[in-house]
């Protein structure tokens, strides 16, 4: 079930991903990466390879632990809005297959820590941008495409961290990763919800 407003969206249990709309296109690395079709869009087999991983990481947090990882960010030539050739953090898209900025994803650990959930954050729609840098993933492209079980605008960001915090759940980060990012004082600031 998915919401009526492009902020927030759903998967099925069950629901095959990895069916793209005609036109849905992402940054891909030119082909280089096996488990893309030629449009960039994750195939289904690869997207049970990183439900795999996602799932093998769930074994290996504490049991109701949740991993968060954003999307390395994007990077422009100095003084302008001309992006410069982007290139993804590994531990991220080993993950998620996403070739794109400003994307958080949240990999939840089952109270058991069998079961994996995975949650994505994307950008709220930006016209201007996506001039400059190309198609950002929709919050429907995010269960639809990408196999999310949930993906929320990231606006929704700080509420989702303060309701895992407030439920006592570990939260496991890479500071390193995280230097620099508009959420990074939720984590390490005063006042932060994890240390």
């Keep these: 079930a998915s919401s009526s407003s492009s902020s927030s969206s759903t998967r099925a249990q069950g629901e095959e991903a990895g069916s793209a709309p005609s036109g849905v296109t992402n940054r891909s690395t030119g082909g280089v990466e096996t488990g893309f079709d030629s449009a960039g869009i994750p195939t289904g087999a690869f997207l049970k390879e990183l439900h795999e991983r996602q799932h093998q990481l769930a074994l290996r947090l504490e049991p109701g632990s949740v991993a968060i990882l954003p999307a390395a960010g994007a990077m422009h ?61 929709s919050a429907r492209e995010g269960c639809d495409i990408y196999g999310a079980d949930e993906t929320q605008t990231l606006s929704y960001f700080p509420a989702y961290l303060a309701r895992v915090v407030k439920q006592n759940r570990p939260v496991v980060i890479n500071s390193k990763m995280w230097r620099g990012h508009r959420f990074s004082k939720l984590f390490t600031g005063s006042g932060g919800a994890v240390s």
């Design 77 to 137: 030539v100095p003084g302008t809005q001309i992006p410069l050739p982007y290139r993804q953090e590994a531990s991220f898209r080993y993950l998620t297959g996403i070739e794109a900025s400003d994307i958080i994803a949240a990999i939840e650990a089952s109270p058991t820590g069998q079961k994996a959930t995975y949650r994505l954050f994307v950008p709220e729609k930006n016209v201007e941008r996506e001039v400059w840098e190309g198609k950002t993933i």
